[in-house]
DNA sequence: TTTTAGCACTCTCGATGAGCGAGTGCTAAA
DNA sequence: TTTAGCACTCGCTCATCGAGAGTGCTAAAA
């Protein structure tokens, strides 16, 4: 697998990190005098070449400089990248900016966001901490109107829903309080899969009501997150590959794509473990509309609690080193938001 | 004001239609043959000649045709635009996807800002239905965890805020409902500025809770609403003049402003009276950021209940007809969804 | 007085082609 | 195995140029 001298490594590594910074192809000669490298441009031109062969580099024309390939991108990250970490006085304000916003699931997703498209100068994307199995913690039923009731489901993991119920008769605030207590002294902790099983034991209302918070929390179930934050749309723009505005609209489709935004979210990043950081570099051969894309993605949260997935979104040649660090550092933060725990 | 005579509105609305399809600048001989009026272009040419010295029309360059200025647009939709109105089968198709999604303000969000930015063809925004004095009408403290409580405000108007709290001594269920039994008996109906007033009756835990609530209920009240949804950005860059990406960024940093978008929707839109549609063309001289797009803004729901704002973000060169048309039905149709699901 | 035909003029746009230069691959020497 | 040298390739930039669309002006026609 490994079949790469060091010396290629190098220059591997060196291409994709001019590359990275520049755009531009990177001739031998560049690469030498721009590295202050003590062998000859010829030298690396055959290295080059070699590299080509392998299927890491590829060049735009003939007579153009070496391009890294997705593969070449792919061996990158996962071999050549050095790991860094943000410098600590950025975690310190970025700390301190969570621990502001500590009360306000709102006000995180929105500052995660924030601080994931501004460190990695790329788009992010953010879904609410989300149980993996609703289970029932408490229910509220209030009198807004003669005929109608707002539905308050709180769930395991702090995941609210509310919805607006319409009745066929009127009822007073004192009995919609008796069949949500009813409710939940029966159902507390109950998960989606058990809560059905207590109907037998209630009057017609409050069987209503039941089917209506099961249909709630199979919806909850079945949809990774309601919501999906977004940020820093306009950083992509800036990539020149994203100059003329058509690749720039494929880009886009997928962050209006609800639908595949989701099954993107669901399908790569539940197979990761929470703390690790998911890359997907040109789609990865499954999502067709992310071919000229890159993410990296993180879990977060705790399992069996809740969790919540973030990332960033960018062009295939985007800053790999500091979109992770930026992910993974958020990634744990958000979880130890979750957790309750979040320290100074 | 107007100054123009009947012919000369004919030419200038041709203009503005032919130029708002296919973006191009529009020549006396197109516009004749197009259209088969039966003037010669000669004709044509003073005409265009003399809108140009009125300054509704300009010429990119000496030996093109004219393009339409920004009060050439304000003109045309002040005076000339024939006012159409969405087909009653598209009216139909949206009552009916608003009807199915009626129980869930989320869904409805989503669905307006995805039907507007449909027949628009345009990008669209949304921000939830706000009430315009935040009043309390129920609040619930939930125990999540020994030293965590979710506390769940709910507003008259259908506004749910959630918070959760840090206690510095575990407490049970049960007194935080009794807590939260009290405060209810005590601040139903209140607002912001009445709810102070009680806390001379309450007890120590009582009264943080009540000063949470009221620093809650202010930040409501100080911001035009939370989330704005936003759909069909995609839309926006399929038009030619931000084919390149820097005009494109420049129009897309508005959507991104959270701060300048309220100001923007507070500002505008406040003056109008709900049912009235706002229409702001390149800016208006105030937005400087706004300076290449044009929005059609309107206020929905019910004064003293709850309003929001919606509308539609395009190029200059927008389908004004359309947009308005599109953007009046919706306000609409949220507004009846608003008094039907949410009237006291 | 208003409209129109005619015409010279202007200016953008697209195609064509030359020259430049960065970069390559190959060969032969170190 | 590395390197110097060299011929070659090919995209990029720039200038040129003709075509075409559109204009404004003038003078005749209505």
Redesign the pocket.
């Given at each position: 697998m490994d079949e790469l001298t060091e010396?290629q490594k190098l220059i591997l590594a060196l291409v994709i990190r001019y590359y990275i910074e520049y755009a531009?192809?990177?001739?031998?000669?560049?690469l030498v005098e721009q590295f202050g490298l003590?062998?000859?441009?010829?030298?690396?031109?055959?290295e080059?070449?070699s590299l080509?062969e392998t299927g890491y580099l590829t060049?735009?024309?003939?007579?153009?400089?070496?391009v890294p390939t997705e593969e070449g991108y792919r061996y990158f990250v996962r071999q050549l990248m050095v790991h860094t970490d943000l410098p600590d006085q950025t975690k310190r304000m970025i700390t301190h900016q969570f621990y502001q916003a500590r009360h306000d699931v709102d006000q995180w997703m929105r500052l995660a966001a924030s601080v994931l498209a501004h460190y990695s100068k790329a788009a992010s994307l953010v879904t609410a901490p989300h149980p993996e199995e609703a289970r029932l913690k408490h229910l509220e039923l209030i009198s807004t109107r003669e005929y109608q009731v707002l539905m308050v489901l709180v769930l395991v993991g702090g995941d609210v829903r509310q919805q607006f119920l319409a009745l066929a008769e009127p009822l007073p605030q004192e009995r919609l309080s008796a069949v949500a207590e009813r409710i939940n002294s029966l159902c507390r902790g109950l998960g989606v899969a058990d809560i059905l099983r207590v109907e037998a034991q209630l009057a017609p209302l409050e069987k209503d009501i039941l089917r209506i918070i099961y249909a709630e929390m199979e919806r909850s179930d079945s949809m990774l997150a309601g919501e999906i934050y977004h940020d820093g749309l306009t950083n992509v723009l800036a990539e020149p590959e994203f100059a003329e505005s058509e690749s720039a609209r494929r880009a886009f489709r997928v962050l209006e794509e609800r639908a595949l935004l989701h099954d993107l979210l669901s399908r790569t990043v539940m197979t990761t473990d929470v703390g690790g950081v998911q890359v997907l570099i040109g789609g990865d051969d499954t999502w067709d509309d992310l071919r000229e894309c890159s993410m990296v993605l993180a879990r977060y949260g705790s399992p069996g609690l809740a969790t919540g997935t973030l990332g960033v979104l960018g062009p295939i040649r985007m800053a790999y080193a500091r979109s992770i660090s930026t992910v993974r550092f958020v990634a744990d933060l958000m979880s130890n938001l979750v957790l309750g725990t979040l320290a100074e």
């Open positions: 010396r531009l192809p990177v001739g031998s000669n560049l003590d062998i000859s441009s010829a030298t690396v031109r055959n080059m070449a080509a060049q735009p024309h003939t007579s153009a400089g070496r």
